[in-house]
């Protein structure tokens, strides 16, 4: 029996000593944790203060979006640039060979076979030597280059990423707007490249729209169905045909059939024939500027002849169910929206701000945190910052964009800075930010604006990941409201993003920053090459000329991304995003409801005058779609519906809804070039 005593003590006393060493353990464990939780509350708080600066995405698969998206400024089109003597004669392999470089690239595969022949025929030649640097990283580029023969070598904070041979692409994201290199490129033997620089590349693509337009233009005046329609109605007409080739002895159409479509000749010949007697008898040819099946559009008709290729043949072809979303058939002429809201809620701006002085702004600073005492910063942008400040007079609190001057210089952004200016301070419209009065010293411009309390929208999806549906829908009809406003005042957006998105204390959505505005008449086409890259139009990525069909696009990306988190087209690379925007190919997840993808696929049509919003009723068929069916515009309109979107705000300090970011004490370069004066 003692012995068994015995056994059992010392079985006791060695349970005793493990959970003695496993208690020790857990506190051990628990300290660590600690110092863990410690560290990765650091890290977030830098994270905080460089998400700006971070890359954009971790991979190309679908994911929340966790950084800001890039922008792309607006850069002029020189007018003066002489391209016809850059032209540089090829050999038929050498052409071949470009071209067939051409076609493997994601990007320039999407040219159309004028694009390319202009481009292959305007690129100059180089040679350069093995060690010659040919892009060094971090330098800004202006040219696109195609291997014709020998090696180079490609590197990255110097490491080795791959080899380029013949045949290989490289800096193409340089023809489509001013980017820094992202890598280095180095001559390994002697090489020999094909270049061409973003002006001429940019001209030659402009040039080439431009003229396409007015040619088209010209056809569709002489066809008599149109005769009383106005250059506003025949633009939309174009933008809603699309090209087609046929080969040669493809019948276009055939006698008899039932006809919906008509056709503009833009190159090669097309034999008319007619059964006569058994026999098909040929009537006439047609070449270029021709058209014919205009009847097809306006009543129900079956084809009088037959149309033939005469060898290849391209058209711009349009459809009856197109050609009815764009022009009332009745009688052919587009309405005016009469229904389009002059907002009756809006009110003058406040007397009490008009004589505010820029001494009499005042710092909001941080009262917690590792920012104590230091002022409050609610955003960064490429050109400056916008801060929290008061009023000592009247209480009030305001949102202050401070801008480098020098910076808008070297980005020769002054024209869209001042129209910025100029823009804000006519608008009064509850969905936009609005403007109350405008500074200037010698380094920077100042722009006191509305603060909007609830923060950025692009915060509160990075929170949340995806919004509920009831969400998404109350944010996009806000927005539907301000391009209701704009678009009447001929006022084209070009930048929404969750991050131009604030909301203000009830949870209603403004529109902020309104550096890519732009004032358009009805029918013109603009060229710029500007926006973030997820949300451009394929129009501005092919250079073919925008208007406010290009708003109504990144609607559709905006709705889908509010929805999943990430754009519909996104890629750690902007090539990429611009190759499956023009492929179109959008990837719905499982949990987005039947209207919503309808909603998105219409806005999303690369066809601008297909796109939704942009045909003949214009804004109206947004605001009608089922995606919609549960909101009351006109009460939104009076600000009565109780905003879903309040439950994001959170309560706290004014500042409470935006990222932290740290106070940055270095002043930028003097400027005195007095392009400012009006400031």
Not at 58 to 82: F, K, T, Y
Not at 537 to 545: K, L
Not at 582 to 609: F, N, Q, W
Not at 621 to 633: A, E, G, K, Q
Request: charged fraction near 30%; glycine fraction near 6%.
């Amino acid at each position: 029996m003692e012995a068994k005593l015995k056994e059992l003590r010392q079985k006791l006393e060695k349970q005793c000593q493990i959970n003695q060493e496993l208690q020790n353990k857990n506190l051990e464990l628990e300290t660590k944790l600690k110092e863990k939780e410690k560290i990765l509350e650091e890290l977030q708080g830098r994270f905080n203060e460089l998400d700006h600066l971070s890359p954009r995405y971790s991979n190309d698969s679908e994911g929340v979006r966790q950084s800001r998206a890039a922008v792309m400024a607006p850069e002029p089109i020189p007018e003066d640039i002489d391209i016809l003597t850059t032209r540089v004669k090829k050999t038929a392999s050498e052409r071949t060979q470009i071209m067939k470089a051409m076609q493997k690239n994601a990007f320039l595969s999407h040219l159309d076979e004028e694009q390319i022949n202009m481009m292959v025929e305007l690129l100059t030649y180089l040679d350069h030597c093995p060690g010659s640097d040919i892009i060094t990283e971090g330098t800004e580029g202006d040219t696109l280059y195609i291997v014709a023969a020998g090696e180079l070598k490609v590197t990255q904070a110097g490491r080795n990423l791959r080899t380029l041979t013949a045949g290989d692409v490289f800096g193409e994201l340089a023809i489509l707007y001013n980017c820094k290199r992202t890598a280095s490129v180095k001559a390994v033997t002697a090489v020999k490249l094909w270049c061409i620089e973003r002006q001429i590349y940019r001209s030659i693509m402009t040039i080439k729209s431009k003229k396409k337009r007015e040619q088209l233009m010209g056809f569709l005046k002489t066809a008599r169905t149109f005769k009383s329609l106005s250059d506003e109605q025949l633009s939309s007409i174009i933008d809603s045909m699309e090209e087609v080739k046929f080969r040669e002895n493809e019948v276009i159409v055939r006698e008899g059939a039932e006809g919906d479509t008509f056709y503009i000749i833009l190159k090669g010949e097309v034999q008319v024939t007619k059964k006569v007697n058994g026999q098909q008898k040929i009537i006439r040819k047609m070449g270029q500027g021709d058209h014919f099946g205009e009847l097809a559009l306006i009543r129900a008709i079956l084809r009088t002849a037959t149309c033939t290729a005469l060898g290849s043949v391209t058209c711009c072809a349009i459809d009856k169910e197109a050609f009815e979303e764009t022009i009332p058939i009745e009688i052919l002429e587009l309405h005016n929206d009469p229904d389009l809201p002059e907002n009756t809620q809006t009110s003058k701006k406040d007397s009490s701000v008009s004589l505010l002085q820029l001494k009499d702004l005042v710092p909001v600073l941080y009262q917690e945190g590792r920012y104590q005492g230091s002022p409050v910063t609610l955003g960064l942008g490429g050109f400056g910052r916008v801060e929290l400040v008061t009023t000592l007079h009247h209480g009030k609190y305001y949102a202050l964009k401070k801008i480098s001057k020098k910076i808008i210089v070297q980005k020769r952004q002054e024209q869209h800075v001042l129209f910025e200016k100029r823009l804000l301070l006519d608008i009064e419209c509850d969905f936009i930010v609005r403007l109350h009065g405008t500074f200037r010293d010698s380094r920077y411009i100042y722009m006191v604006m509305d603060f909007c309390s609830g923060g950025e929208i692009w915060t509160k999806l990075k929170e949340v990941h995806r919004f509920e549906e009831d969400i998404t829908v109350f944010i996009a009809a806000c927005v539907v409201e301000a391009y209701a406003y704009l678009h009447k005042k001929d006022i084209m957006y070009r930048d929404l993003k969750p991050e131009n998105l604030m909301l203000d204390s009830m949870g209603y959505i403004k529109l902020v920053d309104f550096g890519f505005a732009k004032k358009l008449q009805r029918g013109q086409k603009t060229y710029s090459f500007c926006g973030t890259p997820e949300y451009m139009a394929p129009e501005i990525i092919q250079n073919q000329g925008h208007d406010f069909a290009a708003d109504f696009w990144s609607l559709g990306v905006l709705v889908y991304e509010l929805l999943v988190g990430s754009p519909p087209f996104s890629s750690s690379e902007p090539q990429n995003i611009y190759a499956k925007i023009l492929d179109g190919v959008i990837k719905y997840p499982p949990h987005m409801g039947e209207a919503a993808r309808s909603l998105i696929s219409k806005l999303c049509r690369p066809r601008t005058g297909q796109r939704l919003g942009n045909t003949k009723n214009g804004i109206k068929d947004v605001r009608s779609h089922r995606w919609f069916n549960n909101m009351n515009w006109h009460k939104l309109r009076m600000r009565q519906i109780n905003a879903p979107t309040v439950k994001l705000i959170r309560k706290g300090p004014c500042y409470i809804n935006f990222d932290r970011f740290p106070f940055d004490q270095t002043l930028s370069e003097e400027e005195f070039s007095g392009w400012d004066r009006d400031f």
